[in-house]
């Protein structure tokens, strides 16, 4: 399994942010993925998650309504598109695979590299 996210970058508060995670070595389309971020000395938290088809999403508290979950299951990818980014969402970003978007547990053990969002003036 591989999980590797990108898109991340310094941004202005108000700004906005695409991350793009790719996925391999499973079958993509049957899993619900998500995505996580951590803050040094904090627990990993849920940002999102996505049902296999893309029809049904969750969203953590602080980040409805201003993040969007998308995935194209043909390029074994997931996507976060991030608006009115705010200083507390700088974190590393992470994606993997949920037991379910209803109980989104991570599945996969091992994480990928993250991506770094840093949103500062």
């Known amino acids: 399994v591989q999980l590797v996210e990108s898109g991340g970058d310094l941004v202005q508060p108000g700004g906005s942010l695409r991350l793009s995670c790719a996925a391999s070595?499973?079958?993509?389309?049957?899993?619900?993925m998500s995505w996580w971020r951590q803050v040094p000395g904090k627990e990993r938290e849920l940002v999102a998650a996505?049902?296999?088809?893309?029809?049904?999403?969750n969203y953590g508290g602080s980040v409805k309504g201003r993040f969007s979950i998308s995935r194209e299951n043909a390029k074994n990818s997931v996507y976060l598109d991030m608006n009115s980014l705010a200083p507390e969402d700088t974190a590393v970003y992470f994606c993997?695979?949920?037991?379910?978007?209803?109980?989104?547990?991570?599945?996969?053990?091992?994480w990928g590299p993250g991506t770094q969002v840093t949103v500062s003036s």
């Open positions: 993997n695979a949920v037991h379910s978007v209803e109980n989104p547990t991570p599945y996969w053990t091992s």
């Open positions: 070595g499973f079958t993509f389309r049957a899993y619900d």
């Open positions: 996505i049902s296999n088809t893309g029809g049904r999403t």
